[in-house]
Nanobody
Framework: VQLQAYGGGLVQGGGSLRLSCAGS????????MGWFRQAPGKEREFVAA????????YYGDSVKGRFTISRDYAKNTVYLQMNSLKPEDTAVYYC?????????????????WGQGTLVTVSS
C-alpha cells in the first residue's frame, strides 16, 4: 500500500502549483484524505482534508481561500491546487489517508502517508 505525492517544485511568489497524491495497493475511496506540510525547523501543519464522499472539506487557516483540495475516485488520487503562493508556504507537503475515518486535522489519526514533495516559493 502506497501513497505517492508529486508535483512540487520551485515557483515565484503569487504563482500556482498543483500537487497530486496517487494511491496504490488498495482503494482509498472510503478514506478521508489529508494534506500536511512541514517547513524546516517547524512542526508538521495541517493544510487540508476531504471526506471519503467529498462532502466535507476543511482547510488550515493559513491556506483558506488560496488552496483547494479535491479527489478523483477513478484515479485513486487526491489533489491540492495551490494558488497565490507565498514564501511562507515553502515546505515539504505530505498526503495522508485515514482508513474508513472522517476528516480530521490530527495527523496521528491518519494511517497511510506519502513520502512528501518539496514546494519552494521564492519572494
Amino acid at each position: 500500500v502506497q501513497l505517492q505525492a508529486y508535483g512540487g517544485g520551485l515557483v515565484q511568489g503569487g504563482g500556482s502549483l498543483r500537487l497530486s497524491c496517487a494511491g496504490s495497493g488498495r482503494t482509498f475511496s472510503r478514506d478521508a484524505m489529508g494534506w500536511f506540510r512541514q517547513a524546516p525547523g517547524k512542526e508538521r501543519e495541517f493544510v487540508a482534508a476531504i471526506s471519503w464522499n467529498g462532502l466535507s472539506i476543511y482547510y488550515g487557516d493559513s491556506v483558506k481561500g488560496r488552496f483547494t483540495i479535491s479527489r478523483d475516485y477513478a484515479k485513486n488520487t487526491v489533489y491540492l491546487q495551490m494558488n497565490s503562493l507565498k514564501p511562507e508556504d515553502t515546505a515539504v507537503y505530505y498526503c495522508a489517508a485515514r482508513a474508513f475515518g472522517g476528516t480530521t486535522q490530527a495527523d496521528y489519526e491518519y494511517n497511510y502517508w506519502g513520502q512528501g514533495t518539496l514546494v519552494t516559493v521564492s519572494s
